[in-house]
């Protein structure tokens, strides 16, 4: 901080967390006559060497500096630019530019007599970036763009393109780095000087969900992000925080292979996030394999319990067509990674403009109790996308809502809020039992959000299993039969509610898998594989992980590293705090899993409660990992004057695991002791 006064000027450098230290002894510039209040002079690097000089004018117009060498300001100077012998006087203003070429630093000060002058330096070796904004905004406002090269080191906060420094006699960068306002870095390595670099915001998905991988046989492999239902201080359009649901269910199918009596998946913190993991439990459903059956995938603003449906009669689609009349019913049949895509994607990342898909799902009677069922996945909006709602009244975000025929043949709303698949190729239902005025069974769903269906089919007489994983626990009611319970512990601790396993004669058959570990370590991050038109979700490759991380982990404690399956096991507010980066292996016990019986398949779903926080700046507390969700909240940030639970218990787990401080992942720039 530089503070001009008619006595002079003081200087204050920032040490960081807004402490600052007043300079020793700077040397004296001329000072304005005492009766009148000084010329404020400006920072530029007059002499080239990257670092800003402290420039100001006497009252006879001579220019002087006091050169910064090195992060010192020690040598007084009178400068003679080109162009300063015209001024006369003392200028009223003067600012640093460049009007001609880069490599020439340009003073632009206004005379006495209201004439604009140019004073001109020397030509010196320069670097110069240019930002365009992906998710930030266009010219990068805000980003920290930082210029390396052994001990040289400039750090310069954009207000505007392009960015600008002078290099001394350094004539190539190792690295120059931009760190955009969402906390997404990108590094230019071995950069020529005397040249410009163009940096575009990268648009990778950078906010999801934790991820979750399964063995196929032959590797681990994506399947799907989770806890997508429960996003943690997330802004809503009209300034309030959406309030998360922490329990679902997610199916992982057939996939998962068992390797030596082990069930493994692979939980993983990749996204510029926080994830908190409260209860993990899996469950084995045998079942004819004439009969599909599926968890209800849904994001929805009137969250529901997980639920789990034996599908009905399955039929496909008469018809499907979008708002432009366009056939898509080939895209719809199948689940095979082809969406409709003929709307117009909005600037705003994850609107797009209102658009419509017209479904034709033929006769059926009226007792039929029919359903949707609905595959794809959601470039998700953000808080950042609703804060810029507040001030934009030509976009809105419309969820998808579904309309029927009236009797008079008209469109009216039968769902207002139809729901979203709560994850990546994830399904979902929608029940139709009683919405039709008539007997025409066309349907028409319009959003405004960035929805790929991917499959789409209706089911008619749709069985629920009854009280499947409500309130976390493995209760298939009276549908399911013959039931037994073995209560569980470890270490002496409750593992959470009663193992129970159903085998019918004739009907399904549930197994809860033991959980047999939880390790939480290091992994690193999987190599993204990202369509640059984003008409199809990003997939990761788990063999293979990047070289180097592409964020650092929000500050604040993160559980320690090792066994945290007493942590996972119960659904008991202690958590497992994961940081970017971080992986937790779970192996369940399917070795007392029941043999398949022929003609029957078995599908596993996953039970999970937990919450995950992204690192957008208009998240609530992105930058750091407290405070700690509770599952008794009524929202997130708390209310005014709730507090969390303080049992003996909860203290306990905070001492024992939450002792790992958010290490930095990305090694800094700056030299030792260097506040910039």
Not at 537 to 557: C, S, T
Not at 583 to 600: I, N, S
């Amino acid at each position: 901080l530089i503070f001009w006064s008619p006595q002079g000027y003081s200087i204050l450098w920032g040490k960081g967390n807004a402490r600052f230290q007043a300079a020793a002894l700077p040397p004296e510039l001329p000072v304005a006559q005492a009766d009148r209040f000084a010329i404020p002079g400006t920072l530029a690097d007059v002499d080239g060497n990257g670092f800003d000089d402290l420039v100001a004018f006497d009252d006879a117009g001579r220019l002087h500096a006091v050169l910064n060498q090195g992060g010192q300001f020690r040598q007084l100077v009178e400068l003679k630019l080109a162009g300063a012998s015209g001024l006369g006087a003392a200028p009223g203003t003067i600012t640093a530019s460049s009007l001609l070429t880069p490599s020439r630093l340009d003073l632009v000060a206004s005379a006495a007599d209201d004439t604009l002058h140019v004073l001109e330096a020397p030509p010196e070796r320069w670097a110069q970036v240019t930002l365009d904004g992906y998710k930030s905004n266009k010219a990068g406002v805000g980003c920290a763009v930082e210029f390396k090269s052994g001990d040289f080191y400039e750090k310069v906060l954009a207000t505007g393109n392009p960015v600008r420094v002078f290099t001394g006699n350094v004539s190539k960068l190792d690295v120059i780095r931009v760190t955009w306002p969402n906390l997404i870095v990108e590094n230019s390595i071995n950069v020529a000087t005397n040249g410009s670099t163009d940096v575009r915001e990268s648009e990778r998905l950078a906010s999801s969900c934790p991820f979750l991988y399964v063995w196929n046989g032959r590797r681990y492999v994506f399947l799907s992000d989770i806890m997508g239902v429960a996003p943690l201080g997330e802004l809503a359009p009209d300034g309030t925080r959406v309030r998360p649901n922490p329990d679902q269910v997610v199916r992982l199918g057939d996939t998962p292979h068992v390797q030596r009596g082990k069930l493994t998946l692979q939980v993983t913190s990749e996204m510029r996030e926080t994830d908190y993991f409260d209860q993990l439990r899996l469950a084995a459903i045998d079942h004819p394999a004439s009969t599909k059956v599926y968890a209800n995938e849904i994001y929805s603003s009137t969250p529901a319990p997980p639920e789990i449906y034996a599908l009905g009669e399955e039929r496909p689609l008469v018809s499907a067509t979008d708002d432009r009349g366009r056939d898509v019913l080939p895209l719809l049949r199948d689940a095979d990674g082809r969406y409709p895509t003929g709307f117009r994607r909005d600037r705003i990342l994850g609107l797009a403009d209102p658009h419509t898909l017209t479904l034709d799902l033929g006769a059926f009677p009226a007792s039929a109790h029919p359903a949707l069922w609905l595959t794809g996945w959601v470039f998700w909006t953000d808080s950042n996308a609703s804060r810029a709602l507040e001030t934009n009244r030509k976009l809105s975000m419309v969820s998808p809502s579904l309309q029927v025929r009236d009797k008079s043949g008209r469109w009216v709303t039968a769902i207002a809020d139809m729901g979203l698949p709560s994850g990546t190729n994830r399904t979902f239902r929608v029940d139709l039992d009683g919405k039709f005025p008539s007997n025409d069974h066309h349907v028409r769903i319009v959003t405004g959000l960035c929805v790929y269906w991917d499959r789409i089919s209706l089911t008619l007489g749709d069985r629920r299993l009854p009280d499947a994983f409500e309130a976390g626990q493995f209760d298939v009611g009276a549908a399911l039969v013959a039931a037994h319970a073995t209560e569980r512990t470890r270490n002496g601790r409750p593992q959470g509610p009663p193992l129970r396993q159903t085998d019918p004669p004739s009907q399904d058959r549930i197994s809860e898998l033991r959980i047999d570990s939880a390790d939480l370590h290091y992994r690193g991050f999987s190599q993204p594989m990202v369509d640059p038109h984003h008409l199809r979700p990003d997939n990761f490759d788990y063999a293979r992980k990047l070289a180097d991380a592409p964020w650092n982990p929000f500050a604040g404690r993160y559980t320690r590293y090792g066994a945290v399956e007493d942590l996972v096991a119960a659904a008991d507010d202690r958590l497992v705090v994961m940081a970017a980066g971080d992986e937790m292996t779970l192996t369940f016990d399917a070795a007392k899993l029941p043999a398949l019986r022929a003609g029957w398949q078995r599908d596993y779903f996953l039970y999970a409660r937990g919450y995950a926080k992204d690192g957008e700046p208009n998240t609530a507390y992105f930058r750091t990992s407290d405070p700690l969700p509770f599952y008794g909240m009524s929202n997130y940030p708390y209310a005014p004057g709730e507090r969390g639970p303080a049992t003996p218990a909860l203290r306990q787990y905070l001492d024992e695991y939450e002792t790992r401080p958010g290490y930095e992942l990305i090694p800094s720039l700056a030299p030792a002791g260097d506040s910039r």
